[in-house]
């Protein structure tokens, strides 16, 4: 008796779950399944099957108490992290549309401005071969670089009496000495409107350097030093000393910190560090 009870059990339940199985032979011989007690035995089963719950499943919060808040948890922050990673995603691609964009308007401008100076070319032209009929026309009849945009650079002037710092960038290895002393100085062809390098210390103190090591440019100050008073010592002329000097730079390999540390060597400079209370005289 207890084996038919789960033979029909098992029946109904594959009824439920698997119902291409009702045309199995085994359900059309057997008059048991043709009976309607059969079939609302199989109704109760689909009942019992999709809200009844399985015994086979454990519950986690009793077999692992805290277990199963810990994982909620956990599943909660994954789910905010998702979401913070697709914010940042989207904001990443809504700068680099932004920056596409700007670069696009930046390149349509200038594509703009070269037209109208090509355009003001060609009405001189036409201007020209109007009023002078029979004289040819050369290149050197227009200034091309009034049509150009201005671009700074380190000779722009500037208003020194403004907080703004002059920008500059200094040579980071010089093929000579003397090269080193004119940027310092702002002569020959390192000459501009500031005084050099020396001339924006004295106006902006730091503020015109933040860009650059602090490290080669103080070494930089006092290999200057250590040049005048190389000269000082010898009772010579600046050049003089720089041509007598120019071998020591070359053997350091055009190092600024090793002709730094000759120096150091040589007795000119400290070897302990001076920073601070060795000042270039203007």
């Known amino acids: 008796m207890d084996l038919n009870e789960v033979f029909l059990q098992d029946a109904a339940a594959l009824f439920v779950l698997d119902a291409d199985r009702h045309t199995h032979p085994l359900f059309a011989q057997l008059p048991v399944f043709q009976k309607a007690e059969f079939k609302q035995y199989t109704e109760d089963m689909r009942s019992a099957i999709q809200h009844e719950s399985n015994p086979m499943d454990a519950d986690l919060e009793k077999v692992l108490p805290g277990v199963h808040r810990w994982h909620q948890a956990n599943n909660q922050e994954m789910q905010t992290l998702s979401t913070t ?138 290999c200057i030093f250590a040049i005048k008073v190389y000269a000082d010592e010898k009772e010579i002329e600046i050049k003089a000393a720089l041509e007598l000097l120019q071998k020591e730079y070359t053997n350091c390999g055009c190092s600024v910190a090793n002709m730094y540390r000759r120096f150091q060597t040589m007795g000119i400079l400290e070897k302990k560090n001076s920073r601070g209370r060795t000042k270039l005289n203007n």
């Open 85 to 222: 990673v697709t914010d940042f995603i989207q904001e990443v691609r809504t700068a680099v549309k932004a920056i596409h964009e700007d670069s696009s308007q930046r390149n349509r401008e200038a594509g703009r401005q070269l037209a109208s100076s090509f355009l003001q070319v060609a009405k001189s032209l036409v201007s020209n071969e109007r009023e002078h009929p029979n004289d040819p026309v050369t290149l050197d009849d227009f200034e091309f670089e009034s049509f150009l945009p201005r671009t700074p650079t380190n000779d722009s002037p500037t208003d020194f009496s403004s907080n703004k710092p002059a920008t500059y960038n200094m040579v980071h290895q010089h093929k000579t000495l003397a090269d080193m002393w004119d940027e310092w100085h702002g002569i020959g062809k390192f000459h501009d409107s500031y005084g050099g390098i020396q001339g924006r210390e004295n106006v902006h103190k730091s503020k015109w350097r933040k860009h650059i090591n602090s490290a080669f440019f103080c070494r930089t100050k006092q």
